[in-house]
């Protein structure tokens, strides 16, 4: 291997030839330039910055300003294709421009999650906070997920997991993870349970794992990613409010014993999706702890809910689970993309997802704190601690408690109001902030009448209800948990209810 440089020796300097293995190689001065020229165009100056928040803070403040008459479903025009048509060019469009199209075809179609009025699924609504969390680690974009890089980073998310193992109630030596959302916490924790249960891969379909019917289907998707898709699934019987029953699980678990199988994972819902009832967590701990399976909650609704002294009684036992999944993007009100995992054996998660190379291998520090990245499936990420660790900071945690606890009343206020209301079924007595219900009507198909509520609320748009099935019964949820929801939202929803049920019978 040979390589020899000459260099043009005018001033200034034009032009840099190489000669590699026999072969010219020239660089010209002035390309360089010219692509500078252009790539400059990537960093905006002061003024600029300055008129393009200007516009965007414009918008943002529309769409705010006006969110209280927005509807919670809405649907304009031709479900956003102009986006798609609207292809990516080698020059740039006004801002004006963007923001347009933007309005136009994804504000405003589909569901308005951030509406008070929006009742469905699990109902979060992003905090403006949040926003500006977002903001500053965009602009300062620390890699969150290694200690010697960016270590203020890590403390904070660290702080951030202490802060919710303390909720909890889980003792020191805990490790977690904020991962972009309940799914992907839960996997971080079927992981760790299974590698610390020892599975490999000729033990799967031996495995088996306890589940109710209400149980988040995440957790069936976990197992299938982890390589899992062959273990057993073990429904255990519920009581009447659905929960599971701690001395069936016992039973189920001495069956599979006896037949040869490997029992090792039990989930416990703390609020399930469908009807936010918490499972006995502190009796099904008993019989974790007695048949020596791992115990993971799933908190990813119900979790902070810990924050309310009204129901925080219910998650008695979660302190005595091994892993716990929380949604902060949920139930705290940062925009999608956080939830938490933590484990209460910290080691156990690292060790179920250390890796290395050489890559990264200078370290900056003395190192005395494990990095996020040996705590789970990523590397690169968003700095997601930001979102929480400055609302949080900023207003503090007691308003986060009287919304929770406010969502609370007023779900059992809107239940009460319904359940003395001739026409309605109502489901169990909320535990936390979802109930079901579906209407009788005086003849015809129960579950078709029920649908064509829905149907008839989708046309009215003013607010958002979803469903379920409950025992083969078609059900109507709601669910009450933004911060835009209050007393009055509630009375404005159940008439626009009632106005629709009233062109159906
Ligand atoms: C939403 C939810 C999940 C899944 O969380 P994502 O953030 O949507 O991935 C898991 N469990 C329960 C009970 C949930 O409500």
Same mark, same amino acid.
């Given at each position: 291997?040979?390589?020899?440089?000459?260099?043009?020796?005018?001033?200034?300097?034009?032009?840099?030839?190489?000669?590699?293995?026999?072969?010219?190689?020239?660089?010209?001065?002035?390309?360089?330039?010219?692509?500078?020229?252009?790539?400059?165009?990537?960093?905006?100056?002061?003024?600029?910055?300055?008129?393009?928040?200007?516009?965007?803070?414009?918008?943002?403040?529309?769409?705010?300003?006006?969110?209280?008459?927005?509807?919670?479903?809405?649907?304009?025009?031709?479900?956003?294709?102009?986006?798609?048509?609207?292809?990516?060019?080698?020059?740039?469009?006004?801002?004006?421009?963007?923001?347009?199209?933007?309005?136009? @075809?994804?504000?405003?179609?589909?569901? @308005?999650?951030?509406?008070?009025?929006?009742?469905?699924?699990?109902?979060?609504?992003?905090?403006?906070?949040?926003?500006?969390?977002?903001?500053?680690?965009?602009?300062?974009?620390?890699?969150?997920?290694?200690?010697?890089?960016?270590?203020?980073?890590?403390?904070?998310?660290?702080?951030?997991?202490?802060?919710?193992?303390? %909720?909890?109630?889980?003792?020191?030596?805990?490790?977690?993870?904020?991962?972009?959302?309940?799914?992907?916490?839960?996997?971080?924790?079927?992981?760790?349970?299974?590698?610390?249960?020892?599975?490999?891969?000729?033990?799967?379909?031996?495995?088996?794992?306890?589940?109710?019917?209400?149980?988040?289907?995440?957790?069936?998707?976990?197992?299938?990613?982890?390589?899992?898709?062959?273990?057993?699934?073990?429904?255990?019987?519920?009581?009447?409010?659905?929960?599971?029953?701690?001395?069936?699980?016992?039973?189920?678990?001495?069956?599979?014993?006896?037949?040869?199988?490997?029992?090792?994972?039990?989930?416990?819902?703390?609020?399930?999706?469908?009807?936010?009832?918490?499972?006995?967590?502190?009796?099904?701990?008993?019989?974790?702890?007695?048949? @020596?399976?791992?115990?993971?909650?799933?908190?990813?609704?119900?979790?902070?809910?810990?924050?309310?002294?009204?129901?925080?009684?219910?998650?008695?036992?979660?302190?005595?689970?091994?892993?716990?999944?929380?949604?902060?993007?949920?139930?705290?009100?940062?925009?999608?993309?956080?939830?938490?995992?933590?484990?209460?054996?910290?080691?156990?998660?690292?060790?179920?997802?250390?890796?290395?190379?050489?890559?990264?291998?200078?370290?900056?520090?003395?190192?005395?704190?494990?990095?996020?990245?040996?705590?789970?499936?990523?590397?690169?990420?968003?700095?997601?601690?930001?979102?929480?660790?400055?609302? %949080?900071?900023?207003?503090?945690?007691?308003?986060?408690?009287?919304?929770?606890?406010?969502?609370?009343? %007023?779900?059992?206020?809107?239940?009460?109001?319904?359940?003395?209301?001739?026409?309605?079924?109502?489901?169990?007595?909320?535990?936390?902030?979802?109930?079901?219900?579906?209407?009788?009507?005086?003849?015809?198909?129960?579950?078709?009448?029920?649908?064509?509520?829905?149907?008839?609320?989708?046309?009215?748009?003013?607010?958002?209800?979803?469903?379920?099935?409950?025992?083969?019964?078609?059900?109507?949820?709601?669910?009450?948990?933004?911060?835009?929801?209050? %007393?009055?939202?509630?009375?404005?929803?159940?008439?626009?209810?009632?106005?629709?049920?009233?062109?159906?019978?």
């Amino acid at each position: 291997m040979s390589w020899r440089i000459s260099i043009c020796l005018k001033t200034p300097l034009t032009k840099l030839t190489l000669i590699f293995n026999g072969v010219s190689m020239t660089t010209n001065i002035e390309d360089i330039k010219k692509y500078e020229e252009l790539s400059r165009l990537i960093e905006p100056e002061a003024e600029r910055r300055q008129e393009l928040l200007e516009e965007v803070n414009q918008y943002t403040e529309g769409f705010l300003e006006t969110i209280h008459a927005k509807n919670a479903y809405i649907k304009e025009g031709p479900d956003g294709l102009d986006i798609r048509d609207a292809v990516i060019e080698e020059q740039g469009v006004d801002m004006e421009v963007i923001l347009k199209l933007y309005k136009d @075809n994804v504000e405003q179609q589909g569901i @308005n999650t951030v509406s008070g009025k929006f009742f469905g699924y699990i109902a979060p609504c992003s905090m403006f906070y949040s926003a500006l969390g977002d903001y500053i680690a965009a602009i300062t974009d620390p890699f969150s997920v290694d200690y010697a890089a960016s270590p203020g980073a890590v403390h904070m998310e660290k702080m951030l997991l202490d802060w919710m193992a303390d %909720l909890v109630g889980y003792p020191a030596g805990v490790q977690g993870n904020l991962a972009s959302g309940g799914s992907l916490a839960t996997l971080i924790c079927i992981v760790t349970a299974r590698e610390s249960h020892g599975l490999k891969a000729r033990d799967f379909d031996k495995a088996v794992v306890y589940v109710t019917e209400l149980t988040h289907h995440c957790l069936k998707k976990g197992l299938h990613v982890a390589g899992m898709g062959e273990s057993v699934i073990r429904h255990v019987p519920v009581d009447d409010a659905y929960r599971m029953k701690a001395d069936a699980l016992a039973e189920c678990i001495e069956n599979d014993r006896q037949q040869g199988l490997r029992p090792w994972l039990v989930v416990g819902s703390a609020g399930t999706t469908d009807l936010g009832n918490v499972d006995p967590l502190d009796a099904i701990a008993d019989v974790a702890a007695e048949q @020596n399976i791992w115990f993971h909650v799933d908190g990813a609704y119900g979790g902070f809910f810990l924050l309310s002294d009204l129901v925080k009684d219910k998650f008695k036992g979660v302190e005595r689970s091994d892993s716990v999944v929380m949604n902060p993007h949920k139930t705290l009100y940062t925009p999608f993309g956080l939830g938490a995992a933590i484990i209460k054996n910290g080691e156990l998660l690292y060790k179920a997802h250390y890796y290395t190379a050489s890559y990264l291998q200078d370290n900056y520090l003395e190192q005395d704190e494990l990095s996020p990245a040996d705590l789970g499936p990523e590397l690169t990420r968003h700095f997601r601690a930001l979102r929480l660790w400055l609302p %949080l900071k900023l207003i503090g945690v007691a308003p986060f408690r009287a919304a929770l606890s406010e969502k609370i009343l %007023l779900t059992r206020y809107a239940y009460e109001k319904m359940a003395t209301q001739d026409g309605f079924e109502m489901g169990p007595y909320p535990e936390l902030s979802t109930f079901a219900f579906r209407y009788l009507p005086a003849e015809g198909d129960i579950d078709e009448f029920n649908k064509r509520i829905i149907d008839e609320l989708r046309k009215d748009g003013r607010i958002f209800l979803s469903s379920t099935v409950l025992d083969g019964k078609y059900m109507i949820r709601v669910n009450v948990l933004s911060y835009r929801t209050h %007393l009055e939202t509630i009375d404005l929803a159940i008439e626009v209810l009632n106005e629709n049920i009233q062109k159906l019978v």
